[in-house]
């Protein structure tokens, strides 16, 4: 029989301790636990259910070597084929104060009324037009805009498999309800906002207004050329078809007549314009895109404007095909009005935005407007005084009144402030949200993904406090 040597500590002494029978070990092994990190091995066999080390000084014994580098381990226990991977609530992985249950809480107050109104009480069963709203919020919400994106992160992501309730639309599905649902949508933006003033955001002491472009989901190379001439025989071609068909022909009664609004309907559908000098070139892919002037040269894109508080809210918003910004500000100033119920006190804006027309109509209004003059701006940034327009001299006595005004240290102040107000608005929109470019074509269908990337900023924003 082999004869084993270990050292043990008993009462702060050390001495040998030999052992030459089975039975010792099973002695050392009741005494001392099953495992221990600092364990002498006792020997090549192992007989059954005896264990082959023991220390004496931490308390515990091994079966084998390998459990002894187990046991050395410092990893977590790792079995991703178990079956029970995740616990029942979602809350316990998430936390309670993840952004998807404070989504949840917000949209299980709005009216979705406008919504449930789309859908027939007959037909196969649709999904529920609360869940495809959060699910679309959340998802503007972390930058994803794509329906594809969108409907393999319902499948594996763990929050939003919580907001979908377990079920799973495709990204066919996810497309039609935004096209669906475009005004329902609009209406979502203003309960938003109204929420925001009730706690107490949203404040309309001053209102930044400013706009950018995004690009457009088209390609500048796929353009055709658009002939005037045709253009304006096809236009003649449908007003005299209007006409014609607003007529009663005496000499044909049999086929579908029809009633007086319904020609008056179709007398009143609007005839498309004339492209504008250097717009004679429309895009393939999306034709209601325009060539708009950007840092980075001429690109196909929109025009979206923005409405700002004090206290970084979007108040108002929309999307146009303007390559200006000139007669922006009065629909923008009407929009915020709308959207919050009250009028702001002061408005400001770029350059961009300054008319002779915005003047008089804020004037009118009773706000308090902050926008500089093209040669203004280039005086408060290179120091050079602005005498006039060009070589003309300034003889409106609202224009006069503005520079005055912005050239006092109050009223710059208050300029300044715009910049801090809405450009990082802008920031967290293009470069965290993805919102430089439209995943979608068509005026009204942009229009839809710009509101839902300013509702998703709203609700960030009022969560934040």
Known sequence: MKTLFLLASLRGRWRCLRSDAPKMRLSLASCYGPRCPFAIFLGPEKPLNRPSGVCVIAGTCFLL????????????PYDPNQAYLLPPNVKDVLGPEHLCFRLHAMVEAFDVSRFE?????????????????????????????????????????????????????????????????????????????QMARRAGLGKLGHVAIDSTRVRANASRHKMVACDRGQWAWDRRLVRAFQQKASQQDPEEDGGVSLRASEQEGLHQQPVPALPKKGRQQISRTDPESRFLRTAQGWELGYTADLAVSD????????????????????????????????????????SGFFSGKALYAMKDLGIDLYVPDNNLKHEMGSGKRATGIGKNRIRDPEHRRMRVKLRRRAGRDIYQRRQALVEPVFGILKEQRGMRKFRRRGLAAVTTEWILAAIAYNITRMLRG
């Open 117 to 193: 109104e789309a859908y027939a009480s007959e037909g196969r069963m649709a999904y529920p037009p609360r869940m495809m709203l959060k699910v679309w919020l959340y998802a503007f919400c972390l930058g994803v805009n794509s329906t594809r994106r969108l409907e393999r992160r319902i499948r594996e992501d763990l929050a939003f498999r919580y907001l979908a309730g377990g079920l799973a639309p495709d990204h066919k599905t996810l497309s039609e309800f935004l096209r669906q649902h475009r005004r329902a949508i609009n209406d979502v933006f203003t309960q938003v906002v």
């Open 65 to 76: 070597g390998d459990e002894r580098k187990e046991s050395l381990s410092r990893f977590f």
């Open 311 to 350: 206290d970084h809210l979007i108040v108002a918003t929309r999307v146009t095909q303007n390559a200006t910004d000139n007669a922006s500000l009065v629909p923008m100033v009407e929009e915020v009005e709308r959207q919050c119920r009250a009028r702001p006190q002061k408005v400001s804006g770029d």
